[in-house]
């Protein structure tokens, strides 16, 4: 049934495809972002739709009137360098596990998207629609177990669709909390009822997915996204009124296993989990100081069990960071974006890797500051706040998860390189007519 | 129960296929019009889908039809 309704719709896509490219990309976006051929079992969950929208875009951009332009700005240097880097480790890797190669050329599909985007979503009708699809590809998973959750009264544990970057708990409850801000933006925009209560609907669904994760991470992105809001906001008092009846909301719904786990963060150093991240941490360290320029591949520590052993007896030197010894049974994760980076391809791709998420920042902060006397460009001002409150949630609750090449964070990143390149192109059209 | 939010979602994502598609053949700077239509400003009131076929007071003829 599913397969059927797939193929179908399939048949409908191409044309639209090739008559637009930008659906094109909307459907790349919602295929990265979905992973439908989890949900068929039949001929259609064989079929390759990331690929099959990619090459039909591509196709799309070479045959369309309109002219796609490729602009370096120096987020997109910087992401080149980044991926230079990560070539380069992948090539000098301290393991030759086939893993390397699969999730390099992973994140070269990541980051061909990110390019595309630049080239082809610039509108600010083509942003809205890529927001729109975010919400409903990612918005997808987090619907339908929030209402499991509900349905079981609380006793769902909420994972996300099992092979995918979002599988982990702790990742779902990332992937969740970086579409509430974007649901906000649309629910505000969004001219028709119907749509406006769609959203809002699924804002209060993905909030409770992520206390349904019982992610401590989640909850420390919830309160570092709703204090970025506070802080940021010209209405404190409104904010707090509409920000604590729903946090209160929230924890009302949540289950006493939610609360058990939660008071787990104030014991930190006695958490088991907790303490086997520093130790994941301590090892990506360890091969960064052996690897410092290019480090030791992607999945440095956790692809292979040898060099995880290897490494093992290495991390003495941080013993001033009290942990147990690590595990010799199995090889973990790096369990944060930044120790990923640095492990996986060193001091140098940890240092562009951050230069690419401070750059998208000052981005939205431009955008925002360019348009707060432009009533015409309020829409970008906000847009680029609600992405900017995405980022804060990668940033803090990303902090202790390995999420560094998540295929929704460098899309976010190029729509703040597209928000400031439509300022910008109306600051100097202001600047030209003013001198003029 | 996930069969029917996929087919929900495949439906959702052709109307925003359509609605993006159609919007983009409009001349610039002319709002998009549609269920997926935006506001200029986030101010603007709020409007449903839903067509009237009351006429206005003000239009009526002089027998009250």
Redesign the interface.
């Known amino acids: 049934m599913r397969d059927l309704l797939m193929l179908f719709a399939l048949i409908g896509m191409i044309p639209m495809i090739l008559k637009k490219p930008h659906i094109g990309v909307l459907l790349w976006a919602w295929t990265a972002l979905l992973g439908p051929n989890n949900l068929m079992y039949g001929i259609a969950g064989s079929i390759r739709y990331n690929l099959l929208f990619a090459i039909l875009t591509f196709v799309s951009m070479i045959i369309n009137r309109e002219k796609f332009k490729f602009r370096m700005g120096a987020i997109t240097a910087i992401m080149f360098l980044f991926v230079i880097v990560t070539t380069i480790s992948t090539y000098t890797a301290i393991t030759d596990a086939e893993v390397v190669k699969s999730e390099w050329e992973k994140f070269l599909k990541v980051v061909v998207f990110f390019v595309i985007v630049g080239m082809v979503m610039t509108t600010r009708l083509r942003l809205h629609s890529l927001l729109l699809i975010f919400c409903i590809s990612l918005g997808f998973h987090g619907f339908a177990e929030a209402l499991k959750f509900l349905a079981t009264g609380g006793g769902h544990h909420i994972f996300g669709p099992g092979k995918s970057i979002i599988g982990d708990n702790n990742h779902f409850a990332l992937a969740m909390l970086m579409l509430l801000p974007l649901t906000i933006y649309l629910f505000r925009y969004s001219k028709e009822k119907v749509v406006r209560v769609s959203l809002i609907g699924l804002f209060v669904l993905l909030s409770i997915a992520v206390i349904g994760t019982l992610s401590r991470g989640g909850l420390l992105g919830m309160l570092a996204v709703g204090g970025w809001a506070l802080l940021r906001s010209n209405k404190k008092f409104v904010a707090i009124i509409l920000l604590v009846p729903l946090f209160l909301g929230l924890l009302a719904l949540a289950p006493d296993k939610w609360f058990d786990r939660m008071d787990t963060i104030e014991e930190a150093d006695q958490d088991r989990s907790f303490m086997g991240r520093v130790i994941s941490w301590k090892m990506a360290t360890a091969v960064a100081l052996d690897h410092p320029f290019f480090g030791g591949g992607f999945h440095a520590i956790q692809g292979d069990l040898d060099i995880w052993l290897q490494y093992s007896e290495r991390i003495h030197f941080l013993d001033f960071i009290p942990t147990r010894e690590p595990d010799t049974k199995r090889a973990h994760a790096a369990h944060s974006i930044y120790f990923q980076v640095l492990g996986d391809h060193g001091f140098l791709g940890l240092f562009l890797f951050l230069l690419i998420l401070a750059g998208a920042w000052l981005n939205t902060f431009h955008v925002m500051r360019h348009t707060q006397r432009k009533p015409d460009l309020k829409w970008a001002g906000d847009m680029a706040y609600a992405v900017q409150l995405s980022l804060v949630a990668y940033c803090v609750s990303g902090a202790a998860l390995s999420m560094a090449y998540f295929d929704l964070s460098y899309g976010l990143i190029a729509v703040t390189i597209i928000l400031r390149r439509i300022v910008n192109q109306r600051l100097a059209t202001d600047n030209a007519r003013r001198s003029f | 129960?996930?069969?029917i939010?996929?087919?929900l979602?495949?439906i959702?994502?052709?109307l925003?296929?359509?609605?993006?598609?159609r919007?983009?053949f409009q001349p610039?700077g002319e709002t998009?019009k549609g269920?997926?239509?935006?506001?200029?400003?986030?101010d603007?009131p709020?409007?449903?889908?839903r067509v009237s076929t009351r006429r206005t007071p003000g239009k009526r003829g002089k027998d009250g039809s």
């Open positions: 129960m996930e069969a939010f996929f087919l979602d495949i959702v994502l052709y925003i296929l359509l609605w993006s598609l919007a983009d610039p998009p269920v997926f239509g935006y506001k200029d400003n986030p603007e709020t409007v449903t889908a």
